[in-house]
């Protein structure tokens, strides 16, 4: 059972195009993270939200936790081709582990 | 930089050997983390250590064991390898205090033939 499901899996779209991925799940989390992994590299964490209906930037990224704590939003403007990557959400629900998403590959055409 | 490093980052191995993966960190955290990647199922915890000789199971323990002698290494042991465990995997660290938040290495490509 996948607790976190992440849509769309995969997105492609033009550069300078806005765009939206999603983190969904039925469990309530303590915290969501947000993280980039690019090929042959491990995952970099963005950004941690904790609180129900918390807004995040980074730069072009705008990162929403839902106001139940059980989804989160990604969006991002003007995409680039450097904003390519596996955008990965991972959920904690207090205790010591993260539970992770399948992920959302996006690439974006320059 | 979390001062994250994996050995070897490569390495094809015959079914049944045994074979030992290490994660070298460099700033004295005490929670590590070992994750295997495949398509389709995202990252999935093998097993997990809060400090030395103190570990646990994470989701897809079966077939592998850890050990932490030392706080900077944590090292993880397929003990006798199959092809359903040709993956890659990744050490994570996560700092005290904050909110969870982990920091990866860069990565064991390991295949098996």
């Known amino acids: 059972t996948q607790l976190l499901e992440q849509s769309p899996q995969f997105l492609s779209i033009q550069e300078g195009e806005n765009l939206t991925v999603y983190c969904n799940s039925s469990s309530v989390f303590s915290s969501l993270q947000w993280y980039r992994q690019e090929p042959g590299e491990g995952p970099v964490l963005l950004v941690t939200?904790?609180?129900?209906?918390e807004v995040k930037k980074l730069k072009r990224l705008t990162f929403q936790f839902g106001d139940a704590r059980k989804d989160s939003s990604l969006h991002i403007t003007a995409a680039q081709p450097g904003d390519t990557g596996l955008y990965l959400c991972?959920?904690?629900?207090?205790?010591?582990?993260?539970?992770f998403g399948t992920g959302t590959r996006l690439t974006i055409i320059p | 930089d979390a001062g994250i490093t994996q050995s070897p980052r490569h390495k094809v191995t015959e079914t049944g050997t045994p074979v030992t993966l290490r994660c070298h960190q460099t700033e004295n955290h005490r929670y590590m983390y070992w994750y295997r990647q495949d398509p389709g199922h995202g990252l999935r915890l093998i097993h997990y250590?809060?400090?030395?000789?103190?570990?646990d199971k994470g989701e897809v323990s079966d077939g592998y064991s850890v050990s932490r002698s030392k706080t900077e290494d944590f090292l993880l042991t397929l003990e006798s390898a199959t092809s359903s465990q040709t993956s890659v995997y990744f050490c994570a660290i996560r700092p005290v205090g904050g909110s969870y938040e982990q920091y990866f290495g860069p990565g064991t490509r390991l295949t098996v033939t």
């Open positions: 991972a959920g904690q629900r207090g205790n010591e582990k993260l539970t």
């Open positions: 939200v904790v609180t129900g209906g």
């Open positions: 250590s809060y400090g030395v000789k103190d570990t």
